[in-house]
């Protein structure tokens, strides 16, 4: 069974520009959360999309949206980039919405320069 | 406002002692726990997870203990091998209607010398 996978693994932007990150999630799972990895931080809670619906959202600026399709892949955008959005970026895959365990994909890591 | 505390940034452990790995929550709606270990250039893996009716799960070389009333976790990694050195992550979350919303820790960064 294959495993959560994130595209691109590593990308380099510069200040203002966009980006756009995707995650393909386990077969047959429906939920995908977005996570902002930074250090000392630890994991920052982005966004969860379930049946292509916006479940929960943590707190961050508009700058950073999501959408999921119809076959619950899912993509993050990060608009106006800005040198503190440099960060590993994880998508994590569940069966259902909010459920007990989260499985990750090894992360995007963007820097913004 | 961090919920989910680690305060020890990194660990250094003897191969074949115990490694504990603690973890300090404030809010006491949180009622179900999980551990995640990373590897550079990996995503979190899952490790062990406890539900607050309980106060130890135990799981080979793994035992997460929870102290409810101290609002404190712990893992317990006996005995410690060099491949356990990463970083590892605790989690909670309260139960709302049979579903999950997760706050995690800074994390701690183990390194098992052998």
């Known amino acids: 069974k294959a495993g959560v996978t994130q595209t691109p693994r590593y990308l380099i932007k510069t200040r203002g520009q966009q980006v756009t990150l995707s995650c393909s999630p386990i077969?047959?799972?429906?939920?995908v959360s977005w996570y902002q990895q930074t250090p000392g931080q630890g994991l920052q809670f982005l966004f969860e999309y379930f049946s292509e619906t916006q479940r929960n959202k943590g707190n961050f600026p508009g700058r950073f949206s999501g959408r999921q399709f119809s076959n619950s892949r899912s993509e993050m955008n990060v608009s106006t980039l800005e040198l503190g959005d440099s960060a590993l970026y994880l998508c994590?895959?569940?069966?259902?919405?909010?459920?007990?365990?989260?499985?990750f994909g090894a992360g995007s890591r963007l820097t913004v320069l | 406002d961090q919920q989910v505390k680690q305060n020890s940034p990194s660990l250094s452990v003897q191969e074949g002692r115990i490694s504990i790995l603690n973890c300090d929550y404030t809010?006491?709606?949180?009622?179900?726990f999980l551990w995640y270990k990373k590897y550079p250039a990996e995503g979190p893996t899952f490790l062990i997870s406890?539900?607050?009716?309980?106060d130890k799960n135990e799981d080979g070389r793994f035992t997460v203990f929870l102290n409810k009333s101290a609002k404190h976790l712990s893992l317990h990694i006996v005995p410690s091998q060099p491949g356990d050195s990463a970083v590892y992550f605790c989690?909670?979350?309260?139960?709302?209607?049979?579903?999950?919303?997760?706050?995690f820790g800074t994390g701690t960064r183990l390194k098992v010398l052998a």
């Open positions: 809010n006491s709606m949180f009622d179900y």
């Open positions: 989690a909670a979350s309260p139960t709302t209607s049979g579903t999950y919303k997760y706050i």
């Open positions: 406890i539900s607050s009716i309980k």
């Open positions: 994590a895959s569940s069966s259902k919405s909010g459920a007990n365990v989260l499985t």
């Open positions: 077969s047959g799972h429906r939920s």
